[in-house]
Every structure is written in structure tokens, then in C-alpha cells.
């Protein structure tokens, strides 16, 4: 019997499920884009921004975590909204304009839109394709709602159409998406999220609340490795991105709790000595050297409510399910 690698290995469950295969090349990155990754990789502790996770394949790959049974997050989130969606409806008030930063695949949105039974939806997301197609599938699930995409990094600001309603805005921000920026970063983000809400809007946010460190760790390591193939997929996408020479296969996943800052850090970590080329120069990595890929801050409840003060927002509404594993929060503009 011929040996099958486990990323081979999981390259076949992730095809069994429908999943995309490894891309082919395709796509450079704008100069600003080039600047940035290339400048992370050049610093003593090499770094890479969690946006670069995102293409075709790494969206995808992302899905499959949100259906781990160790990664709570997602199911926690959406088993708050259905308990509590008469409260949360009632907090929001009908007929919103929804706008959703990091759309993704809009299955929020849909459950959202519905309950608030919003007028119009935009969908914000920096894969702007893989958003077209939830938005074509959120048409026909809510024929009513106007729902357009807008292709934008949000951590870049958002420029919306001039014809998106700039009353009764309700910026929808699920899934502790938030928990991915440092705090200076994610105050700055709330802040022009204040903005798109204009001064009738609110916010309603989903973040993740600190845990048993085993419980953390888990979701972020989990035993099939789809989160070890979505953290590696980011090294392909850069290889596209700036005609680098990773071989992702060459470095293992690592995720863990670190306390003092109350966040998940993943790296990737050379598994032997690298030597990794792009365009115009290159680096050296020792073996066991790590590229630091993601944080994922867990902030307790009344952290996020002052953050959420210092960013604008008034009044405050807030639900967390049994556990108190995750919360939602209603912020009035
Ligand atoms: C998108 N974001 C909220 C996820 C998280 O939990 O921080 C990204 C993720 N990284 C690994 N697993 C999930």
C-alpha cells in the first residue's frame, strides 16, 4: 500500500466535502499589498496579516472550521441569536438597512435580515467573488431585501455606494471577528463602524469571551486539521500573491492561549531550515523559527463595553449563552 501524506490525506476529505482543491496561480497583489506582506516577513519576529488566510481556498477551509466540533464559536453564536432573537429584534427595531463588514457566506445575514426584517443588506468583504454567490443565494432565500456585495478591506475603511439608505443603518459585525485585531486596532475599526451607522444606527457584535485554556485551545487546533491546512493555505496565497517559494508543507501549525494578552496566537513554524525567495530578495528561516499568523483576543464583557464607549457608542445591550463562552452586543450610535 503506497503511503499517503496526511495533507494528501486531507486534501481528499476536504474534495469529499465539497471543498476546493489547492488554487492554481492566480492574481498579484497591488503594491501596497506587496509592501505589507513583504515588510511582515521581513521583521525579526516574521509576521503576516490574518486577511491573506482569505482566498477562494482559505474562505472554504474556514467554512469547514466553523463546523468542527471544537471550534464553539459559530454554533454558540448562532444558538444566542435564535434564543434571544425577539430581544435582540427588539433592541435593533425593524426595517434596517444591515450592513455586514467580512460578509463571508451571509448565513448570519440571512437569520439576521429576517428577524429585524431589514430593508436592504450590504455585504462587505475583501473576497468580493466568494460574496457574490452569497449574496445571489441570499436573494432568493429573502426576495424582498435588496442585497448587493462591495468588494473592500474593511480594515482599509469602507466607501459605501451612494445609494445605500443613510437612515436606520445597523452594522452587523457576528462571528468575533473582532477578536482579531490588536485592541488599538479593533477600536479604530469600531469607530469607523460608528460612522458607517451614521447617527440613528446601532451595532450588533458578536465577540468571543475568555474560557478554559483547553477549550480555546482545541478550537484552534483541531484533530482533522482543517485549522493546520488554513493556516498553511496562507503561504500559498502569498505565493500567488508575490511569487514567494513557501513550501507550506515545511512548516507546522502552532496555536495557543497566551494569558497576559488574553488571545489565541497562531504561528507557523519551520520544520527545518528554509530558504524562501520572492522577486527582489528572499529569507532565511531557522529551523523551528515561526511566522506569526493570527491573534485572537477574548475580551471579558465589561473590557469590550468600554471599548465599545470609547468608540462612540451610548447605550449597551448585551446577552451571553449558559456558559458565558460568547456574547452579543447591541451598541447604540
Ligand atoms: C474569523 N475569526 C473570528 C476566527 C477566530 O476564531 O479568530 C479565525 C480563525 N482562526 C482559526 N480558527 C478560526
Known amino acids: 500500500m503506497s503511503a499517503v501524506s496526511p495533507l494528501a490525506r486531507l486534501d481528499g476529505v476536504l474534495h ?25 516577513l521581513l521583521q525579526p519576529q516574521a509576521a ?21 466540533p471544537e471550534y464553539y464559536p459559530t454554533r454558540t453564536e448562532r444558538a444566542l441569536l435564535r434564543r434571544h432573537g425577539h430581544a435582540i429584534a427588539q433592541a435593533v427595531g425593524p426595517a434596517r438597512v444591515v450592513i455586514e463588514p467580512g460578509a463571508g457566506n451571509c448565513d ?12 436592504h443588506f450590504v455585504g462587505v468583504d475583501i ?3 466568494y460574496l457574490r454567490d452569497a449574496i445571489a443565494r441570499l436573494r ?24 445605500v439608505p443613510g437612515a436606520r443603518r445597523l452594522v452587523f459585525y457576528p462571528g468575533s471577528s473582532i477578536g482579531n485585531f490588536d485592541p488599538p486596532q479593533a477600536l479604530a475599526l469600531l469607530r469607523h463602524m460608528r460612522e458607517l451607522a451614521l447617527d440613528d444606527g446601532g451595532l450588533l457584535i458578536g465577540f468571543d469571551l475568555p474560557k478554559d485554556v483547553a477549550v480555546l485551545e482545541a478550537a484552534y487546533d483541531d484533530a482533522a486539521g482543517v485549522t493546520a491546512a488554513f493556516n498553511r493555505n496562507a503561504l500559498a496565497h502569498v505565493n500567488r500573491l508575490v511569487g514567494s517559494d513557501f513550501v507550506p508543507a515545511q512548516w507546522r501549525h502552532r496555536a495557543f492561549f497566551n494569558p497576559h494578552a488574553s488571545r489565541i496566537e497562531m504561528h507557523l513554524e519551520a520544520a527545518g531550515p528554509q ?3 520572492w522577486p527582489g530578495g528572499g529569507r532565511d528561516f531557522a529551523a523551528g523559527e515561526r511566522i506569526h499568523t493570527e491573534n485572537s483576543y477574548k475580551y471579558p464583557l465589561p473590557d469590550f463595553t468600554a471599548l465599545l464607549h470609547d468608540a462612540g457608542f ?20
Do not use: N
Open 314 to 333: 451610548t447605550r449597551t445591550q448585551a446577552w451571553t449563552d449558559d456558559r458565558g463562552w460568547f456574547a452579543m452586543v447591541h451598541a447604540q450610535a
Open 275 to 277: 530558504r524562501v525567495r
Open 16 to 40: 469529499h466535502l465539497g471543498l476546493a482543491p489547492p488554487q492554481p496561480p492566480a492574481g498579484v497583489a497591488s503594491a501596497a499589498e506587496r509592501g505589507e506582506i513583504l515588510a511582515g
Open 48 to 68: 503576516l496579516s490574518p486577511k491573506y488566510f482569505y482566498d477562494q481556498r482559505g474562505s472554504e477551509l474556514f467554512e469547514a472550521i466553523t463546523r468542527l
Open 108 to 119: 448570519k445575514a440571512r437569520e439576521l435580515c429576517a428577524l429585524v426584517r431589514a430593508t
Open 127 to 129: 473576497s468580493a467573488d
Open 140 to 163: 432568493v432565500a429573502l426576495p424582498g431585501l435588496h442585497a448587493r456585495a462591495v468588494g473592500a478591506d474593511i480594515t482599509r475603511g469602507v466607501h459605501l455606494p451612494p445609494d
